[in-house]
T-cell receptor
Framework: SAVISQKPSRDICQRGTSLTIQCQVD?????MFWYRQQPGQSLTLIAT?????????ESGFVIDKFPISRPNLTFSTLTVSNMSPEDSSIYLC?????????????FGPGTRLTVT | QKEVEQNSGPLSVPEGAIASLNCTYS??????FFWYRQYSGKSPELIMF????GDKEDGRFTAQLNKASQYVSLLIRDSQPSDSATYLC??????????????FGTGTRLKVLA
């Protein structure tokens, strides 16, 4: 498995500001992902954080709104820029670790963001 | 058609019974299949995964995969109230872009009644 920490665990932010969420994993991993989960909904993949290159964004998510950094194989940040109340959600970092037959994905504890 | 489909539930079972959670997927190229448990207010935790046809058992949990029918299920034996949670099915594939992806279903809410 993997031990993943996220900071902050929760925050309340004002409209128009930005928040950077940090994700730290206890071992080197090839793949790191950022998800969003609205209350009562399933997971929506925002992007794959690539080490040493630009993140790969899913449809509906853009770099200007959700810039991502991945400076090494154990750390990544997600910034939610120019926030609006619609950005209120839980943001989850995850990592995929290789096993003999597949990649197993593990999630961090999440960051609960409220935008007022 | 959604790529991964689950009945949202809630699925209610009495304590001690077998809970059966089902998931269908649309992409025949899907390679591995995962089950996650998510308690309210918590992040998803990996229960088990399966990649070949048949059954895979881990404690009270059994995952079943039928690639011909594009169907994967999770059985929970001797269900306990602590099993009450949302269960997420996920499949993986390697698309032509080369970026490994997980596709999640919307989850089935399970309620185990004491």
């Amino acid at each position: 498995s993997a031990v993943i920490s996220q900071k902050p665990s929760r925050d309340i932010c004002q409209r128009g500001t930005s928040l950077t969420i940090q994700c730290q994993v206890d071992s080197q991993v090839t793949m790191m992902f950022w998800y969003r989960q609205q209350p009562g909904q399933s997971l929506t993949l925002i992007a794959t954080a690539n080490q040493g290159s630009e993140a790969t964004y899913e449809s509906g998510f853009v770099i200007d709104k959700f810039p991502i950094s991945r400076p090494n194989l154990t750390f990544s940040t997600l910034t939610v820029s120019n926030m609006s109340p619609e950005d209120s959600s839980i943001y989850l970092c995850s990592v995929a670790k290789s096993s003999p037959v597949s990649y197993e994905q593990y999630f961090g504890p999440g960051t609960r963001l409220t935008v007022t | 058609q959604k790529e991964v489909e689950q009945n949202s539930g809630p699925l209610s079972v009495p304590e001690g019974a077998i809970a059966s959670l089902n998931c269908t997927y649309s992409d025949r190229g899907s390679q591995s299949f995962f089950w996650y448990r998510q308690y309210s207010g918590k992040s998803p935790e990996l229960i088990m995964f399966i990649y070949s046809n048949g059954d895979k058992e881990d404690g009270r949990f059994t995952a079943q995969l039928n690639k011909a029918s594009q169907y994967v299920s999770l059985l929970i034996r001797d269900s306990q109230p602590s099993d009450s949670a949302t269960y997420l099915c996920a499949v993986t594939r390697l698309p032509s872009s080369g970026t490994y992806k997980y596709i999640f279903g919307t989850g089935t809410r399970l309620k185990v009644l004491a």
